[in-house]
Nanobody, 114 residues
Framework: QGQLVESGGGLVQAGGSLRLSCAAS????????MAWHRQAPGKQREFVAG??????TRYADSVRGRFTISRDRANTVYLQMNNLKLEDTAVYYC?????????WGQGTQVNVSS
């Protein structure tokens, strides 16, 4: 059974940076896409950034220019978050899509303070 392990969340002041990581277990093969989503208190989960094997990336308007998604050959996806804002506070989830289904990480909390 595939598993995603996230790390890198925490507390940061507005304007600061954090880097999230999500490692996909070796049992997840044929990855079609990797992405980050987030859910703020009282809000629905929303797409943040995604990347496909070709390296093509896509971003939500709210984070474009501040966040960068990347991946390595070991099927770990990263989210570099710069110039963080109060409204970036949320639980961040990674998502991996393969031909056999979708996998979600357990979530990592990001808190941005003023």
């Amino acid at each position: 059974q595939g598993q995603l392990v996230e790390s890198g969340g925490g507390l940061v002041q507005a304007g600061g940076s954090l880097r999230l990581s999500c490692a996909a277990s070796g049992t997840i093969s044929g990855i079609k896409s990797m992405a980050w989503h987030r859910q703020a208190p009282g809000k629905q989960r929303e797409f943040v950034a995604g990347i496909i094997p070709s390296g093509t990336t896509r971003y939500a308007d709210s984070v474009r220019g501040r966040f960068t998604i990347s991946r390595d050959r070991a099927n770990t996806v990263y989210l570099q978050m710069n110039n963080l804002k109060l409204e970036d506070t949320a639980v961040y989830y990674c998502k991996v899509v393969s031909p056999w289904g979708e996998y979600w990480g357990q979530g990592t909390q990001v808190n941005v303070s003023s």
